[in-house]
């Protein structure tokens, strides 16, 4: 966690962030087998993968731990804080050569694949709803290597806010499709490949060309028939996002 003065950062910094940037005085009396904050977001990381963020409690991470519920309270003041470190420690800063690539749209392409690999890790994650911008270290480090792929193109600083935030929003919502897919197909027992192809089969019962014409077109393609890795669809997305990012940046171009 990193390390600052603690009258270098904002009064009323939400406690979770302040201990991410390692702020805040250490618990004068601790627990037995030494318990501390690293520990507790393990503890709780762990039981987020093993039983998703929804079931997290103190009481359970304390479990874990076989220490008391009060313990915890001593490293973590609430379980909106422990989420905020989990989150935190669970990105992790970007590897060294993500968005260093030669050109602003390989670089940022990097970026976001990245990203998406850093979700997929941690599906746990899309489980916690977004409660304010990048705050926290490891998540400005990495708003700090998207602008920094930015860096070049001429962009406006609000228009390089507005293409990261439309990207970032990009990458969850596919993360997030891609995982509630592959987990509905492992609770019906199938895959996500055998599942598309029955949604063709049955979209065939139930429409018909008078009422339902461009669905028909795309059952005539057999669009359904050889479903196509659910990698193939982000890329498709990211594609379309950095298209218009190109167009954007052009502009920027133009008016010199």
């Not at 991410?20 to 037995?32: F, N, R, T």
């Not at 874990?64 to 001593?74: E, G, Q």
């Not at 970026?111 to 400005?140: C, D, H, K, Y």
């Not at 192809?197 to 077109?217: K, M, S």
Request: glycine letters at 8%; one cysteine or more.
């Amino acid at each position: 966690m990193a390390q600052h003065e603690e009258s270098s950062l904002p009064a009323g910094l939400p406690p979770g962030v302040a201990v991410a940037w390692g702020l805040g005085s250490p618990p004068s009396k601790g627990p037995k087998r030494g318990l501390s904050t690293e520990r507790i977001v393990a503890a709780a990381i762990d039981c987020a993968v093993r039983e998703g963020v929804e079931g997290l409690s103190m009481s359970r991470v304390a479990a874990a731990l076989d220490v008391s519920t009060m313990a915890l309270y001593r490293y973590v003041s609430a379980k909106s804080d422990l989420l905020v470190l989990m989150t935190d420690t669970a990105i992790g800063r970007p590897p060294e050569d993500v968005g260093r690539q030669e050109g602003w749209r390989p670089a940022l392409e990097s970026w976001a694949r990245a990203q998406l690999e850093v979700f997929q890790r941690n599906v746990w994650m899309l489980g916690i709803p977004i409660g304010s911008p990048p705050v926290t270290p490891n998540s400005l480090a990495w708003m700090e290597r998207g602008l920094h792929c930015l860096r070049d193109t001429g962009l406006e600083t609000e228009v390089k806010l507005s293409v990261m935030t439309l990207l970032s929003s990009y990458i969850r919502g596919e993360a997030r499709l891609l995982a509630d897919l592959e987990h509905s197909a492992r609770t019906n027992g199938t895959t996500v490949a055998a599942a598309t192809v029955d949604y063709g089969v049955l979209l065939h019962r139930l429409t018909n060309p008078d009422d339902f014409p461009e669905v028909t077109a795309l059952l005539s393609a057999r669009a359904f028939d050889q479903p196509g890795e659910l990698q193939d669809s982000f890329t498709l997305g990211l594609d379309v996002v950095l298209a218009g990012t190109a167009a954007l940046v052009e502009e920027a171009a133009d008016r010199g």
